[in-house]
């Protein structure tokens, strides 16, 4: 491949400010962008690291090898674009992509810096850190933690850390109150509940107010007081190990780095659609005003068909995201949109109504301000739009005579892929698992639940997570969770409840017994 020579790379200075000019014209926000134009291993290492420069681990190792030989025996692999939400934005250029290619990059790049800026999850995000900073001054604290505790102590703290980060609460927007602070509140609030039922004239409920009273003092020295869903910051808070201070960075950063980009995660729909969105408008604006030719819009038209064409494996963000802002444009042009228009039983109306209110642009603002994935999936992908985008369930399945794997769709059916599109956005694949009690067995040992949705755990993951958090708890932890039992015919005929535990040296699983009717029976699990 040829390196980028000086006159494309001078074309690429002379078109940046036009495509910001657009950028604001359209109504974006826009700042200065940091463009540098890379190696191919220069951005394969920032897809594995996640940052420009960020601390060792030998999983960035595994992930830069595997996307490397991705690259070198496949031709593909390579992103057309990587940004990050830092101050001022950054964002790389492959030296050995075509020009035009290149000025796509820069287009759909605004469209993610406006969508970063404005956002109220990713402006959540960035304002509690400038992570690419911290991931820089990680990268040094970090080498000095490896020569200093060893290349043991160091991983083994790493990978404790990675096993249960994605543990985050719902809604990552609240404010998250310190456990004294918490506790005093509901204590308050069952104190208050007491009083009201003394204050009484007639059904004072005696047994109430024992009940309220005994919650009360159980309150006192229950750890957590509610069940707490990030999983880091209560290790960070309460293990008895204690964790040496250094420990305590490692694992405090991690948990930061992750909070970040589960902003991310959640909005990523949306942030590729939009930035999607952006780049045909620069891109179709820059060719009217002669700014590129005819013959490279030609070649830019074949990248966006590749980027935005269905995918059977995945979904792809930039073809259903641009999709969606497209529909929302349509219907608040036409005022396709409301309670009224949803509840006609007219069976034309998806193409007869047009009130003429040319609101779609300002929908489309609002939308990309204000939503997150699982937001913009529950108000927005109706039967109508599951079928317009055609958004389909496929799996892989083999063709008998030949052997040949083949994708088919698996269902088609709008309301069954709208329930399947909102239980992912709702959890996108992690479990929900909460730390239920710190002081198990009354000797500070870690009792967590598994709030099954479905879906079993990995036992492998299963059990190399609890060794981890065994690592950083430093005293006997457990897990609560489910397995489902299965006739012979491999199809479930009930669920079980068990609690998996770890001591440190082996594992114990104790299990419900299942009754005739395949439901588990009651044999004390639980929490003290």
């Not at 000086?6 to 000019?21: G, S, V």
């Not at 926000?29 to 191919?40: G, R």
């Not at 399947?420 to 709702?426: A, D, I, P």
Request: net charge negative; aromatic share 10%.
């Amino acid at each position: 491949m040829d390196v980028m020579k000086d006159k494309q790379l001078d074309r690429l200075n002379k078109i940046e400010p036009e495509i910001k000019r657009i950028a604001e014209e359209m109504g974006l926000t826009v700042t200065d962008v940091d463009f540098e134009v890379v190696s191919s291993r220069k951005m394969i290492e920032s897809m594995a690291y996640r940052f420009t420069t960020n601390f060792s681990h030998w999983s960035f190792g595994r992930d830069y090898d595997k996307q490397k030989t991705i690259y070198e025996h496949h031709g593909a692999g390579i992103p057309y674009e990587t940004v990050w939400n830092s101050i001022p934005p950054k964002a790389y250029l492959v030296e050995t992509n075509p020009v035009i290619l290149n000025i796509l990059v820069m287009a759909h790049v605004y469209g993610h810096v406006d969508f970063n800026l404005e956002n109220r999850y990713m402006r959540n995000a960035s304002d509690y850190m400038d992570l690419a900073r911290e991931a820089r001054n990680a990268e040094k604290r970090f080498k000095t933690y490896e020569r200093t505790y060893g290349l043991e102590a160091y991983e083994q703290t790493i990978d404790s850390a990675f096993s249960v980060c994605w543990h985050l609460p719902p809604d990552l927007l609240s404010e998250q109150e310190d456990e004294e602070t918490l506790r005093k509140r509901i204590i308050e609030m069952k104190t208050e509940r007491i009083k009201g039922i003394q204050k009484r004239e007639f059904h004072q409920d005696k047994s109430e107010i024992e009940e309220l009273k005994k919650e009360v003092e159980e309150l006192k020295q229950k750890t957590p007081p509610i069940p707490r869903y990030d999983i880091l910051r209560y290790l960070l808070e309460k293990s008895p190990k204690p964790l040496a201070d250094w420990q305590k960075d490692v694992v405090s950063t991690i948990r930061e780095q992750t909070r970040f980009f589960e902003h991310q995660k959640r909005c990523k729909l949306l942030n590729e659609g939009w930035a999607t969105y952006t780049h045909m408008h620069i891109m179709r604006r820059l060719y009217e005003e002669g700014l590129i030719t005819p013959e490279e819009h030609i070649e830019y038209s074949k990248f966006h068909s590749k980027v935005t064409q269905p995918s059977t494996k995945t979904l792809n963000w930039y073809n259903v995201g641009l999709k969606l802002y497209q529909d929302l444009v349509y219907r608040w042009d036409r005022g396709m949109h409301g309670r009224e228009f949803r509840e006609s039983k007219d069976p034309d109306k998806w193409v007869t109504v047009d009130k003429n209110e040319s609101r779609g642009i300002e929908k489309i603002f609002e939308v990309r301000k204000n939503y997150s994935d699982r937001m913009a999936v529950e108000e927005f992908f109706d039967e109508a739009f599951i079928q317009d985008a055609e958004i389909y369930l496929w799996s892989e399945q083999m063709e008998p005579r030949t052997g040949e794997i083949k994708q088919i769709i698996t269902e088609e059916d709008a309301k069954n892929i709208r329930r399947v599109l909102k239980n992912y956005f709702s959890l996108y694949g992690t479990p929900v698992i909460t730390v239920e009690d710190g002081n198990y067995n009354h000797n500070r040992e870690l009792y967590l639940e598994h709030e099954f949705t479905g879906q079993e755990l990995n036992p492998t993951f299963e059990s190399g997570a609890l060794e981890n958090l065994y690592y950083l708890w430093g005293k006997p932890v457990h897990l609560e969770t489910v397995e489902i039992e299965r006739d012979d015919n491999d199809k479930p005929k009930g669920v079980r409840k068990l609690v998996h535990s770890y001591d440190g040296e082996s594992h114990t699983i104790e299990k419900d017994e299942l009754d005739a009717n395949g439901t588990a029976k009651e044999n004390g699990f639980g929490h003290t």
